[in-house]
């Protein structure tokens, strides 16, 4: 994921990722979710999220509804991750 994330200049060395808490879920203006599955953990455990997330792949110019885990995947890891890029860059610009 390293070596793929790199190709796109994003540096993940520090990168940790986290359990999600309520504390995270409380601050965020923005869940953003890769899969169905992650909607339905939501919605177990903070059903009140729902209504501030939204799947990143709908934001890719072709989109859809699910956008796999790079890491369950290695030998599409380099696509998959240009796909969190791009559908990420999207993001950034309706953010602006």
Known sequence: MLSAAGKLGVDLVAHRSQLVSAQLINEAGLVVIMDVRNRELLKIEFPHALEKTVFLGMLLPQPKLEI???YDYPDSMGAIS????CAIEQLGGLLM
């Open 82 to 85: 240009s796909e969190i890029n």
């Open 68 to 70: 796999k885990d790079p």
